[in-house]
């Protein structure tokens, strides 16, 4: 059992719940009491980035360090995970997939990770020639930028706008400086010979504003001289520069990958002078798809794993295929080639030798995975049958991993709006049992529920109740906390233990709130009674004879009784003198007989029971006042205020928002629905009974 203190947050001065571990825990209390503050202050708490503080009540903000937000109780607690609105529309119904991270939720749990162990110890070998293998690493980066340098055409031939050919298709214009051009030589060749030429290029701008130079203010006016100066920016694109010069840069630290002959023919035609041939773009794209070809090798052992193997057909023939054959790469057998090669095709030779074993592996761990998937297809798409939604997910297989994707009966595809499709009640259905396979999946230590279930009808409460607490895949041996104002759910578990939670049972606690102070009261299966008992026991335990009376029409009303026991109590509770009958004909006064017989009934409830008496009662105001003020029960107070304002508040200056409340929302709602007795558990929230003192005090 663990026991949370909660101080100043929000509304809450002090509250204190407990919490008992690996069971469901229902907190059901009005709205307006703190339930959503109490979730929000043990995340806050747990989470422990200073967001507890974004809690401190208003009206102690101005006093810095007094009265300051805090939590007891959950120091030990490592996680929490919590269904509340934010929930739905942050983590739900995403666009690529149903739930975010639905791989690691649905697929990646201790058994696929443990399958995952064996599997990836097999190219550990392989691996190894990789890991911290910097100079390595270095010339795959190389070998990347130029391929990608040198691109192509769907033909196959060397595209004229990749950066390599704007770079060398001309010419290399820097190694063959023209003669009039050869005075910036050292611009033209130092490190970053691009920046100097858009930087020469930006002054021709002001070469016709003087004779003097823009840049040095020395004379230009001997002929040619300006147009030796525009000549730059004429013969060299600063872009096509910096690619040269980068490409040039690249392949000097390639070169040793390189056999000795393609080195120098690299050599030639990267330092041609005029623009290359037929023969030299040949050359290129020739070096370009073996370089290609090494890099798509290099890259598969290097990213080879279960999800590279897991649709090959043919996993020896895959493994195989990835040996670097170097006599087949002419332009790449170098020494230093086969140097970084050789080692790499030994460690693959050694797995090639344990492909069996490797197979059995994969194939093994493959239908572990499609176990899961089935198992949880089965149980969402069963809940969303029996729900009567036209939806299912299906855990579809991507590049390295999985995810779950939503489908309707109507559509092919999945739907990636599923937000704009699914109505509110559906979404919150859905986004329920989505919930509970991450809370399975993460095991936080502490699953909060806030208010999850009131948003539908019965027969809708007690099927997802029972999707998430009925067998073994379910939460119902997690530590859970389900804060709610709606009763249904307590009543629904508290009365089906046996049937839903075989090996925990649950706790329900109503919760109560007076000048801040949240307290709770046990909720047992004998405090689940039908209102007509409530109304039995009260008029058989109460003092109030007000009070007495009030429950004892309503017992009648509840059983249907309708008949002249049931008239003269209303007629008291109005106020009435003399009591009526209503008739189609119009009000007539209640026979000697029939008062009679409506006395007798009522005294076998009411002993002693004495219509004037109490009528004198329900009229003097000032007595009326007294007892509602006596009154400790919330309850009572609404029910001797709905009398008071009916004799002693005219028509016409009654509060519309408290008439509401009064008559409506603790009338009908409550009364005819609740099942705990309210002189032990006082539902009504405080604000309404401090809205009925206000009135009579203004009264």
Not at 155 to 177: D, H, M, P, T, V
Request: aromatic share 8%; charged share 30%.
């Amino acid at each position: 059992m663990r026991t949370i203190k909660i101080e100043n947050c929000n509304s809450i001065e002090s509250a204190e719940i407990k919490i008992t571990e690996g069971v469901l825990n229902i907190k059901y209390g009005p709205n307006g009491l703190g339930k959503s503050t109490i979730a929000r202050s043990i995340i806050s708490s747990v989470a422990n980035d200073g967001s507890l503080q974004g809690l401190k009540p208003f009206k102690y903000r101005g006093v810095p360090g007094e009265h300051e937000p805090s939590v007891q109780g959950v120091e030990d607690i490592g996680s929490v995970l919590v269904f509340d609105d934010t929930y739905v529309s942050q983590f739900v119904f995403q666009r690529d997939e149903v739930l975010k991270n639905s791989f690691d939720i649905f697929i990646k749990n201790d058994a696929f990770l443990g399958a995952m162990q064996e599997i990836e110890e097999l190219f550990s070998g392989i691996k190894s020639a990789f890991d911290n293998n910097e100079e390595l690493e270095s010339a795959i980066s190389d070998l990347k930028e130029l391929r990608d340098a040198f691109g192509v055409t769907k033909k196959g031939e060397l595209s004229k706008s990749s950066k390599g050919y704007k770079a060398f298709g001309s010419g290399n214009k820097i190694e063959n400086i023209p003669d009039e051009l050869k005075p910036f030589e050292d611009f033209l060749k130092c490190e970053q010979p691009a920046s100097w030429i858009s930087w020469q290029a930006k002054g021709n701008a002001f070469l016709e504003l003087s004779d003097n130079c823009p840049y040095c203010a020395s004379s230009i006016q001997e002929p040619g001289k300006k147009d030796t100066a525009k000549q730059v920016s004429k013969e060299y694109d600063s872009k096509a520069v910096e690619h040269l010069n980068n490409l040039r840069t690249i392949i000097d630290r390639l070169g040793k990958y390189f056999e000795q002959t393609c080195r120098e023919k690299l050599e030639s035609v990267t330092k041609s002078k005029i623009e290359l041939s037929p023969e030299e773009i040949n050359f290129l794209a020739s070096l370009r798809g073996d370089v290609e070809t090494l890099l798509s090798k290099l890259e598969g052992l290097r990213s080879i794993s279960f999800f590279s193997l897991r649709d090959v057909e043919k996993i020896e023939d895959e493994v195989e295929k990835l040996k670097v054959d170097l006599s087949l790469l002419e332009k790449l057998n170098s020494p230093e080639t086969t140097s970084v090669v050789e080692p790499i095709n030994t460690k693959l030779q050694e797995l090639i030798e344990r492909v069996g074993e490797l197979k059995g592996k994969i194939n093994k761990h493959k239908r572990l995975i499609e176990k899961s998937i089935i198992d949880n297809q089965s149980s969402i798409n069963d809940f969303l049958s029996s729900a009567g939604y036209k939806y299912s997910v299906t855990i579809q297989a991507e590049a390295d991993s999985y995810k779950m994707k939503l489908v309707h009966q109507d559509f092919d595809e999945h739907i990636e709006t599923a937000s704009q499709h699914l109505s509110y009640g559906e979404k919150n259905a859905f986004a329920l049992v989505l919930f509970m396979h991450q809370v399975l999946s993460e095991k936080p230590d502490l699953a909060i529920l806030d208010d999850p279930v009131s948003s539908f009808d019965k027969t809708k409460k007690f099927a997802i109740l029972n999707e998430l607490f009925r067998g073994k895949a379910s939460l119902r041996d997690s530590t859970v906390l389900m804060l709610t104002h709606d009763i249904e759910p307590a009543i629904d578990v508290i009365r089906s233990v046996k049937r839903l939670f075989q090996h925990s049972k649950p706790t329900a606690c109503f919760l109560s709130s007076i000048a801040g102070v949240v307290s709770e009261a046990e909720i047992n299966e004998c405090d689940i009674q039908t209102f007509a008992q409530i109304c039995e026991t009260n008029v058989r335990d109460l003092s109030d004879e007000v009070i007495k009376c009030i429950y004892l029409r309503r017992h009648f009303e509840i059983l249907n009784d309708l008949g002249e026991e049931y008239n003269y109590l209303a007629n008291l509770l109005h106020g009435r003198a003399t009591p009526i009958r209503k008739t189609d004909a119009g009000d007539v006064d209640m026979l000697p007989e029939e008062v009679e017989k409506a006395q007798a009934r009522i005294e076998e409830f009411i002993p002693g029971f004495d219509y004037g008496e109490l009528l004198k009662i329900l009229t003097d105001k000032e007595e009326m006042e007294r007892r509602f003020f006596d009154s400790t029960i919330g309850y009572d107070k609404l029910q001797l205020f709905r009398v008071y304002k009916a004799m002693h508040i005219p028509k016409g200056k009654e509060d519309g928002v408290l008439q509401k409340f009064v008559n409506e929302t603790f009338h009908i709602e409550n009364e005819y629905v609740m099942q705990l007795n309210p002189h032990k558990f006082d539902n009504v929230p405080e604000y309404v009974v401090l809205e009925c003192e206000r009135a009579l005090a203004g009264d």
